[in-house]
């Protein structure tokens, strides 16, 4: 690192030059790159995303989208069979039909089939399959068309209402609003700037915003090629910039607070103190974005385009935040550094008084400390270990309004909410009508319809309609009972609750090889950073920890309700399927750039003292306000995102905002200090064998307080 900072400083103008003109291409293409985003969701190779696809070909509606349900319940005394009755419901969907001409629609109107009626006779639904547009709020537009058509329509007196997993959604106030990706940005930056202000206390504030301004453009630079190659999804817009913008000031905050720290070093140039400042907290920066490539991993090797698309965007991020941190900032350093850095002031010549008390709090309680913190991680482990996996229930989406009415219509009739995610299934060869019928038997199916009018091209169509939620355990339960069915033809089976299922088993099935894979890559290369097993051991336990507190968080928040009203939503039931590998795979590199930071300068305070406690405390006390500075920072970022519309984006910022929270503070600040503590000198040993593999001095254990060193190999 020394070598690459000499080179920088030696070629300003290039350096500078090539950033410049990198930076005008990359504002440039911010526009273009956000136009060619992908708006579909695939799962390659299994049968839900296939079969909805071949749905959606032949028939132009249906397939990756849940239908919208038209419900009627007749007052007392009046059933499907009175008078008048069918002619007036089949008035009713012929409005619809206007408002949606691509759409598919069955009822007990149009079929007579009386899966479509409750027991009683009284309340009766219809399925208005719409066209897959793709999207995080594809069908809410057709949810509102619906209800706009229906507005006044009676059956039997009674009003006819909209239900549907989306009609629900747009009664949810967070599902359309939200601070768009730039307004949140600026929001996030200015909340930045506040915290460098108080860190910095001089106008050296904005040099770390001002590489988070080059660096968040430049990945959308890299970021529009890719988008000729491969579907990226849309999502990574917000995951750019939000997160672009948490971890490019972190990186660049950790070289600038060394830099001023050895700037006040007696008898130190400030080139000297730029080069001292990149070989200790350039090379933490370095290890930490490799870090965060090798967790993102994760989504790289996971089957699923958008979620591949979604780790390269974070693996671009970090690499790019790196380079600008390693390259540019050195050289602003080097030139307008001193000018900004006004006016100065000497905290960052010595560690933080209240973070050095504290961490010899920590050192003398380092046995109830531990306790301590072990204790509220368990209780956030113990929830996340309650974890259900599917689309928020449709019992949650919305708790007032027209469509919830119609809800609660079908439930209270004893029909449930089967018909809001029910599965399609597509018979290529074989009797429609025989393949209902024995999809009907199967345990958990409230019934199976075939109508007459949804055949095409040597096809026809199955809708089978669960007793349960189809996004649910109960629904996925069904779900293989009726692929596990002995039918007469070929069929398969599709629908938004089937490919739904299909997601989950695909990015879960290795999902525990790929956590040891990646932890194992993690544990040798912070080895050969550390210079220690015990170390980066330790390290990775506790980042993996850190992440099953954070699910647990987002257990007790949304699946379980315990604070989601402070935006309006109703407890979920479920977590979405994708939701905790997006938390490991940011989580998990994000909080090891803590780790990395404050274990190397354990490291460094060791091999001057060979005393623990005062690495611990020299450590803690070093970076505990550099730490929590770049964890609010990342947290303000995420609030940022918290902003954007849907439950998917607030659970998402969630997690890992409180992850990080979580992170800086009982596991950074009181549990991995404890632990330094309690194992003392065998933090620091690596035998001969291994350094000569990583390459490394190998690190022999040295008594604490001044005793003689045990050679150990």
Same mark, same amino acid.
């Given at each position: ?40 969701? #695939? ?22 989208? *849940? ?186 905050? !950790? ?41 993102? !991993? ?24 790196? *380079? ?31 973070? #050095?008390?504290?961490?010899? !709090? ?352």
């Amino acid at each position: 690192m020394p070598a690459l900072a000499r080179w920088v400083l030696r070629h300003k103008r290039l350096v500078v030059g090539f950033w410049v003109a990198v930076s005008i291409a990359a504002f440039a293409a911010i526009g273009p790159a956000g136009k060619s985003l992908s708006q579909q969701f #695939s799962v390659p190779g299994r049968e839900g995303f296939q079969t909805n696809q071949q749905i959606a070909a032949i028939y132009g509606s249906g397939g990756d989208v *849940a239908p919208l349900v038209p419900v009627v319940q007749l007052p007392k005394g009046t059933t499907v069979d009175s008078p008048g009755v069918k002619s007036q419901l089949t008035s009713a969907l012929a409005r619809v039909k206007a408002a949606l001409p691509k759409a598919r629609i069955a009822s007990y109107a149009s079929t007579g089939d009386r899966a479509f009626v409750s027991a009683d006779g009284r309340t009766t639904f219809a399925l208005v399959d719409i066209p897959a547009r793709g999207g995080v709020d594809q069908g809410q537009s057709e949810a509102r068309l619906a209800q706009k058509a229906l507005a006044g329509a009676t059956v039997g007196g009674a009003s006819v209402r909209v239900t549907g997993l989306d009609a629900l959604a747009t009664g949810n106030d967070t599902k359309g609003t939200g601070t768009g990706v730039l307004l949140g940005t600026l929001l996030a930056a200015l909340g930045a700037l506040l915290v460098l202000a108080f860190v910095f206390r001089s106008f050296t504030a904005v040099i770390p915003l001002l590489m988070a301004v080059v660096a968040i453009p430049t990945t959308f630079l890299l970021i529009w090629p890719l988008t000729s190659i491969t579907d990226v999804s849309v999502i990574v817009q917000f995951l750019v910039a939000l997160i672009g913008l948490g971890i490019a000031i972190d990186y660049a905050l !950790l070289i600038v607070v060394r830099w001023r720290e050895e700037r006040q070093q007696p008898g130190t140039t400030n080139a000297q103190a730029v080069e001292n400042a990149m070989q200790h907290a350039g090379s933490a920066v370095v290890f930490s974005g490799t870090t965060v490539g090798i967790s993102l !991993l994760a989504l790289l090797v996971v089957p699923i385009p958008a979620l591949r698309s979604i780790g390269i965007a974070g693996l671009l991020i970090a690499l790019v935040s790196v *380079a600008v941190a390693v390259t540019l900032l050195p050289v602003v350093l080097a030139t307008v550094g001193p000018k900004v850095d006004w006016p100065r002031n000497q905290r960052d010549a010595r560690p933080s008084h209240a973070w #050095s008390s504290w961490a010899q !709090l920590v050192v003398r309680h380092r046995w109830l400390a531990a306790a301590a913190s072990v204790a509220v991680l368990g209780a956030l482990v113990l929830a996340a270990s309650t974890i259900q996996f599917g689309n928020p229930r449709a019992t949650s989406l919305a708790q007032r309004g027209p469509a919830r009415i119609a809800l609660d219509n079908l439930t209270d009739s004893g029909i449930g909410t089967g018909p809001l995610s029910p599965f399609d299934a597509l018979v290529s060869a074989g009797d429609p009508a025989g393949v209902a019928k024995t999809f009907a038997t199967v345990d958990g199916v409230r019934a199976a319809v075939a109508p007459a009018d949804w055949r095409q091209r040597g096809t026809a169509l199955v809708t089978v309609i669960p007793n349960e939620d189809g996004n649910s355990p109960a629904g996925r339960a069904i779900l293989d009972r009726l692929r596990g069915s002995t039918v007469n033809g070929e069929v398969a089976i599709g629908g938004e609750a089937a490919q739904g299922a299909d997601f989950l088993d695909a990015v879960y099935s290795n999902f525990p090889l790929l956590i040891l894979l990646i932890s194992g890559l993690t544990f040798l290369l912070l080895a050969r950073a550390f210079r220690s097993l015990m170390l980066p051991l330790k390290a990775v336990l506790l980042n993996l920890l850190s992440v099953a507190a954070s699910w647990g968080l987002l257990v007790l928040v949304f699946q379980h309700g315990f604070g989601s009203g402070i935006w309006g939503i109703a407890p979920t039931r479920a977590i979405n399927v994708e939701m905790p590998i997006f938390v490991f795979a940011f989580l998990f590199g994000i909080s090891m750039d803590y780790q990395v930071f404050i274990i190397s300068r354990m490291r460094e305070a060791y091999d001057r003292t060979k005393s623990t406690p005062t690495a611990v405390v020299e450590g803690v006390g070093r970076t505990g306000r550099l730490v929590t500075s770049a964890a609010l920072i990342l947290g303000l970022a995420f609030v940022a995102f918290s902003a954007q519309p849907g439950t998917e984006a607030k659970m998402f910022a969630t997690a890992l905002g409180g992850g990080i929270l979580i992170d800086a503070t009982i596991i950074r600040g009181l549990l991995a200090p404890a632990l330094v503590a309690i194992l003392g000198r065998w933090n620091w040993w690596l035998p001969a064998w291994p350094a000569r593999m990583l390459r490394v001095e190998a690190s022999p254990i040295h008594a604490d307080h001044g005793e003689p060193a045990i050679q150990t190999t």
